[in-house]
């Protein structure tokens, strides 16, 4: 049933239990902010009579197209899931268990320690940079950038007591970063339009990951996506051969894990066998029910299969680790990350209730969709009927949705650890209902 509230100045919206929202860091740009070329203004300060443009005056030149990259608009919000091998070196200052582990760490298997998360996350976009200069050479001409800044936060909402995410917010990721739509180039190198994802993590690592821009035939689907598995298994860094670890049991109470005991969580279905054999399933169960007219989707890598695509990953010397003498080599080096992103197009049905021309607009939230448990939130829409409404009527809307899969390659003690981050996400503010839905009453 969808959630009605009248706007009226400040007005809450009730619907899914969540934990309680966290406030955001924030970093916005001025609104007056464009990124462009300065050639034109820097020339004139060179010719008699023609003084050098005010700093405030507007590009001279077009403004380059996003792409795909303009459905990254607002805030969103919403749940998801985390997991994380993490050295565990036996010291006082490190991972203790409720239920003793044997043997102790650091002695193996039990130098690592996994952590898994269920976690509540904003992901926020500013406006757009505008027109973001790449001066080619020789016969490569110049090209020109856009690109979208945004801020993540995930804190992790675990509850041990209840087994789901309700838990008090607690923070473990901040990443600011840059979306960046690269044109495509003819010359050096022969490239198609591309997009660009830089980001920076506070533990230590930079990345810079690039994919082909989606396009008509590639990247954007009718309906649905289809979503792949995820294999968070541990490998050798030589052998590239598979080591499972008893952690990764989830009906084992007593291995080096977080939660280490996840009989609840296994109960409510927020961390099975299954999520933990394939924690993207937390993304098809989200989308259970739903009914998704379009999918646009894409995979950015820092170590992208296309030659002529950049990318990597930067360390701290803390991460990177001593390679001479007695040390064992990284503590944790961040060595590759790719993520899938699927843009969904969501279509909900909304009771509208009656309305007279005069009375303020409503916030409605959209219902959860049949046989979906999943808890992901969802989006609330802004509401002003274009004429009397005498009775309620159901109308037909559409809001954006944000998934994401992503895969983080640690490596330490010889092996690649997989770090897997995945998350359905709503907008946060209410999304206005063109006046055309009404067009549509049933």
């Known amino acids: 049933m969808a959630t009605q509230t009248v706007l009226n100045g400040v007005n809450g919206v009730s619907g899914h239990s969540q934990p309680p929202e966290v406030s955001m860091p924030s970093i916005h740009l001025p609104s007056n902010f464009r990124i462009q070329p300065q050639d034109e203004r820097l020339k004139r300060g060179f010719e008699p009579g023609k003084p050098l443009l005010p700093p405030a005056s507007p590009p001279s030149t077009t403004i380059p197209p996003l792409s795909v990259l303009s459905n990254f608009s607002g805030t969103f919000h919403g749940t998801g899931f985390n997991t994380i091998f993490r050295p565990n070196n036996g010291t006082s200052s490190n991972t203790t268990f409720p239920n003793p582990v044997s043997p102790a760490p650091p002695a193996v298997p039990n130098d690592n320690t996994l952590e898994l998360n269920l976690t509540q996350e904003t992901l926020a976009f500013d406006q757009a940079l505008g ?5 080619g050479f020789g016969t490569q001409g110049d090209i020109f950038l856009n690109g979208v800044p945004y801020r993540q936060t995930i804190n992790d909402v675990s509850n041990p007591a209840t087994g789901k995410g309700d838990g008090t917010p607690s923070g473990i990721h901040f990443e600011p970063g840059l979306w960046m739509h690269i044109p495509a ?17 506070p533990h230590g690592t930079t990345i810079n990951a690039q994919c082909l821009d989606p396009t008509s035939t590639v990247g954007i689907v009718d309906g649905p996506p289809t979503i792949p598995a995820v ?22 109470t007593d291995t080096a894990r977080l939660p280490q005991d996840l009989t609840k969580f296994i109960a409510a279905g927020t961390i099975t066998q299954a999520i933990l054999t394939d924690p993207a399933t937390v993304l098809r169960n989200a989308i259970v029910g739903q009914k998704i007219t379009n999918t646009i989707f894409f995979t950015v890598s820092t170590t992208p299969a296309t030659p002529e695509l950049g990318g990597g990953t930067a360390n701290t010397g803390f991460l990177i680790g ?5 040390n064992t080599g990284p503590n944790a080096q961040a060595t590759a990350m790719t993520a899938t992103f699927w843009i969904e197009t969501v279509q909900y049905e909304l009771r509208v209730p009656a309305w007279k021309p005069g009375h303020p607009a409503m916030i409605i939230q959209a219902p959860v969709p049949a046989g979906n448990t999943s808890g992901v939130p969802t989006p609330t829409f802004l509401v002003h009927p274009p004429y009397e409404i005498p009775k309620p009527q159901t109308i037909t809307v559409s809001a954006t949705q944000i998934q994401y899969s992503q895969l983080v390659n640690l490596v330490f003690a010889g092996l690649v650890w997989p770090h897997s981050s995945h998350a359905t996400l709503v907008p946060l503010d209410p999304v206005p209902v063109p006046a055309s839905a009404f067009g549509k009453v049933k």
């Open 231 to 252: 294999n968070i298994t541990p490998s050798a860094l030589v052998s590239g051969k598979s080591i499972p670890f008893p952690s990764q049991t989830a009906a084992s």
């Open 322 to 326: 001593a390679s001479t003498g007695t």
């Open 185 to 201: 180039t003819t010359s050096d190198p022969v490239v198609p339009e591309s997009l660009n994802r830089m980001g920076s993590i």
């Open 131 to 135: 027109n973001v200069p790449n001066r």
